[in-house]
Structures are given as structure tokens and as C-alpha cells.
């Protein structure tokens, strides 16, 4: 059973930065890539940043400079930088992994950016 738990939302002013971290519940090589989404209230679940097995990354262009996501091999986890934050930041931010079979996401966490 493939689970996985996000961690590190909260509330954070404006410039301020988070790491949000998403710990898998099995070895992540096991995923070909794993992702990170965001959905902002009334919107779509938007592709925030992608890591692949090789550790070849690709960041949106809304967030390119000011978001790193990087892997843990060892702890089973992916992690997402986030600096320079500002309220359009503001969302639910998902992880999600893919294998061969299927996509398996989390429970979401909420960050959420304001003075």
C-alpha cells in the first residue's frame, strides 16, 4: 500500500519562505517521477515542479527561481523549497507519485502566505 503524507504548510508572511516535505511510504525509486501540485481555492490543480528517477527537475515558470524541489533516497521523501513566497502562492500543495501502473497522490498540505 503506497502512501503518501505532506508536511511543513502553515501560515507565512509575505517574502517568507517554507519547505514542504512528502514522505513515501515505500522506496521512491520505485517512481519513475514525483510530483508536486497546487490548487488555489475555485481553480485547477495546477504542476507546480517534477523530480524524475535520475533527479532531472522541471519548475513552473510561476514559480522558476523561487521553488526547488530535490528527493532523499535515503528517507524516502521529496522536498519542496520555497522562498521569496507571495499570497498568489497560496494554496492546498499535493504530492504525487507515478509508477508503472498508476498516480498516487497525498492528502494535501495548506500553505498559505499573508500579512
Known amino acids: 500500500q503506497v502512501q503518501l503524507v505532506e508536511s511543513g504548510g502553515g501560515l507565512v508572511r509575505p517574502g517568507g519562505s517554507l519547505r514542504l516535505s512528502c514522505a513515501a511510504s515505500?522506496?521512491?525509486?520505485?517512481?519513475?517521477?514525483m510530483d508536486w501540485y497546487r490548487q488555489a481555492p475555485g481553480k485547477q490543480r495546477d504542476l507546480v515542479a517534477t523530480i524524475s528517477r535520475s533527479g532531472n527537475t522541471m519548475h513552473a515558470d510561476s514559480v522558476k527561481g523561487r521553488f526547488t524541489i530535490s528527493r532523499d533516497v535515503a528517507k524516502n521523501t521529496v522536498s519542496l523549497e520555497m522562498n521569496s513566497l507571495n499570497s498568489e502562492d497560496t494554496a492546498v500543495y499535493y504530492c504525487?507519485?507515478?509508477?508503472?501502473?498508476?498516480?498516487?497522490w497525498g492528502q494535501g498540505t495548506q500553505v498559505t502566505v499573508s500579512s
Open positions: 515505500v522506496n521512491i525509486d520505485s517512481f519513475y517521477r
Open positions: 504525487k507519485a507515478k509508477d508503472t501502473w498508476r498516480d498516487y
